[in-house]
């Protein structure tokens, strides 16, 4: 029995000894903290909006109704570069021949950037090139909604959208956009 007991009483020594060694477990340290108790107090700027005037009605004479202002040059946004590397791997892909290649890569740029107008010119000419010709169409009205105020892009759009429709066989459709392309 003394054996058995000094056996028990060495393990127990041996299990306390070594789990004095061990360390305790990883806690990730805080990161620091800055002290800005000294630093003033930032005041909210004001926010101001820009309001067309009131007018108000005089009795007897007719309000002037307003016609909505021309719309004004946009100017040149910077693309974004993930944007720019994927319509040049889809111009690439569509010189080689690859067109679903490049209408993926196009369709990842517009996720990206679904207001860029250069995006949908290069989707509807892919759209074209595989003779999908109603949602070439369709993505080229949709840039040329984006493209408002752009001269050069309106024109390249409907002269675009002329292209898809003489391809589909839609003559009346292409000189009507065509019409619309020498506007600009």
């Given at each position: 029995?003394?054996?058995?007991?000094?056996?028990?009483?060495?393990?127990?020594?041996?299990?306390?000894?070594?789990?004095?060694?061990?360390?305790?477990?990883y806690q990730p340290?805080?990161?620091?903290?800055?002290?800005?108790?000294?630093?003033?107090?930032?005041?909210?700027?004001?926010?101001?909006?820009?309001?067309?005037?009131?007018?108000?009605?005089?009795?007897?004479?007719?309000?002037?109704?307003?016609?909505?202002?021309?719309?004004?040059?946009?100017?040149?946004?910077?693309?974004?570069?993930?944007?720019?590397?994927?319509?040049?791997?889809?111009?690439?892909?569509?010189?080689?021949?690859?067109?679903?290649?490049?209408?993926?890569?196009?369709?990842?740029?517009?996720?990206?950037?679904?207001?860029?107008?250069?995006?949908?010119?290069?989707?509807?000419?892919?759209?074209?090139?595989?003779?999908?010709?109603?949602?070439?169409?369709?993505?080229?009205?949709?840039?040329?909604?984006?493209s408002s105020g752009?001269?050069?892009?309106?024109?390249?759009?409907?002269?675009?959208?002329?292209?898809?429709?003489?391809?589909?066989?839609?003559?009346?459709?292409?000189?009507?956009?065509?019409?619309?392309?020498?506007?600009?």
């Amino acid at each position: 029995m003394t054996n058995y007991v000094s056996r028990f009483f060495v393990t127990g020594l041996m299990l306390s000894v070594l789990a004095a060694c061990t360390t305790s477990p990883y806690q990730p340290s805080q990161p620091p903290v800055d002290d800005r108790s000294n630093l003033p107090p930032q005041q909210p700027t004001p926010e101001t909006h820009a309001y067309p005037p009131v007018e108000e009605a005089i009795p007897g004479q007719s309000i002037p109704s307003h016609q909505a202002p021309p719309p004004q040059a946009q100017l040149p946004q910077k693309q974004n570069p993930a944007v720019i590397a994927l319509l040049d791997r889809a111009e690439q892909a569509r010189v080689s021949g690859d067109l679903r290649s490049a209408q993926n890569n196009l369709q990842r740029a517009q996720r990206i950037a679904p207001r860029d107008p250069k995006v949908y010119y290069s989707l509807a000419q892919t759209h074209m090139s595989l003779e999908d010709y109603d949602l070439a169409e369709q993505v080229a009205l949709k840039g040329v909604s984006l493209s408002s105020g752009n001269q050069v892009l309106l024109k390249r759009f409907w002269q675009l959208i002329t292209e898809i429709r003489l391809r589909a066989g839609d003559v009346s459709g292409a000189e009507v956009a065509k019409l619309r392309a020498q506007k600009y």
